[in-house]
């Protein structure tokens, strides 16, 4: 449901994002203070860098963004500017490394010879705040135009999950679902978003780690680190 819903939302702002800038006017119809690029909605794909050689990517690990982004320009063609904002994102991260809840501690491992699961994830639910350095070659007439929002975003994870799923999940010894402190609750990194019109590539490389120091895997310290690739949406 939640993937058709999501769905349905693309499809719906991505027509709104052609309808907005496929528009004819002429430059009487506008002022010297029009502004671009305030809502935002895009989806990707999340790897996990630094991660053991062991644990490998499963299923999609999808990114979903949507937010709203204040554009302040700062030249008199106002196709130099800055943007300051606040958003939503989910992500999920599947891998083959089993996370589990015990009287112990919060284990990081690989599955055993008797143990049999089907999707093992981290999902988060963040707020997140973006700040860009923007350029454009738009004017008060033109819809169509080259962008290259450069910045970085600072996230805070308000829901941080680890879940296993599994036919039986009585074959594990702890809780298989439950919110994973381990998870930094404030996390930040790098992006880019760059295009022409309506498409938009979307890149972000966190700087800080995805886990504090008390995750362990194989007695090592287990540190990853978020990269997201995908496209970016933008409407007015």
């Keep these: 449901m939640a993937k058709t819903l999501s769905v349905a939302l693309l499809l719906f702002l991505i027509g709104q994002s052609v309808v907005c800038q496929e528009t004819t006017t002429t430059e009487n119809d506008f002022d010297d203070d029009y502004l671009e690029d305030q809502l935002y909605f895009g989806i990707g794909y999340n790897f996990l860098l630094d991660k053991p050689d062991e644990v490998i990517q499963r299923n999609l690990s999808y990114n979903l963004q949507l937010g709203l982004i204040k554009d302040i320009p700062l030249n008199k063609r106002r196709n130099f500017g800055l943007g300051i904002g606040v958003g939503y994102a989910a992500n999920s991260y599947y891998t083959n490394m089993l996370v589990i809840e015990s009287q112990q501690g919060i284990e990081y491992r690989l599955a055993n010879s008797e143990e049999s699961f089907d999707r093992s994830k981290f999902e988060t639910h963040a707020l997140e705040f973006p700040f ?8 008060p007439v033109d819809y169509k135009f ?11 994870l308000f829901s941080k999950r680890s879940k296993l799923i599994a036919e039986d999940v009585t ?11 381990n998870i930094e609750q404030w996390q930040y990194g790098v992006m880019l978003n760059f295009g022409y019109n309506t498409w938009n590539l979307h890149l972000y490389w966190a700087l800080s780690d995805f886990l504090d120091g008390n995750a362990r895997f194989e007695n090592q310290m287990l540190t990853v680190t978020p990269l ?6 933008y409407i007015l």
């Design 132 to 139: 860009e350095i923007r350029w454009r070659t738009s004017n």
């Design 146 to 156: 080259w962008r290259i929002h450069a910045g970085f975003k600072v996230e805070y």
């Design 171 to 181: 074959q594990f010894s702890g809780n298989t679902t439950f919110s994973n402190p």
């Design 228 to 233: 997201r690739i995908g496209v970016i949406f």
